[in-house]
């Protein structure tokens, strides 16, 4: 059974940081591409940073550069979303997305909220 399972998220004051951590089983990890995705309150799914497989190749949306940077770790099945500096405009729900690009399976996360406000 596929399961991932994000953690990490809660309120924060702007300027402040959070870790967000995702928990993934039931498929072939190393061989999936890792995304945090999110989602504002009235707005669409967008992507917020990726890693390959190897972690070698990492992407992000130009609003992240900078402050926010993904990792991952394939001994533990983890991936993570380190958030710096952050602001109101990051209040959104969080999601863990795993693509297995060779069977072309694609899985989601429960998602986590994240709330930036003073």
């Known amino acids: 059974q596929v399961q991932l399972v994000e953690s990490g998220g809660g309120l924060v004051q702007p300027g402040g940081s959070l870790k967000l951590s995702c928990a993934a089983s039931?498929?072939?990890?190393?061989?999936?591409?890792m995304t945090w995705y999110r989602q504002a309150p009235g707005k669409e799914r967008e992507l917020v940073a990726s890693?390959?497989?190897?972690?070698?190749?990492?992407n992000y949306a130009d609003s992240v550069k900078g402050r926010f940077a993904v990792s991952r770790d394939n001994a533990k099945n983890m991936v993570y979303l380190q958030m710096n500096s952050l602001k109101p405009e990051d209040t959104a729900v969080y999601y863990c997305n795993a693509d297995w690009v060779v069977i072309s399976r694609n899985y989601w996360g429960q998602g986590t909220l994240v709330t930036v406000s003073s």
């Open positions: 890693i390959t497989g190897t972690g070698g190749s990492t």
């Open positions: 039931g498929f072939n990890f190393r061989s999936s591409v």
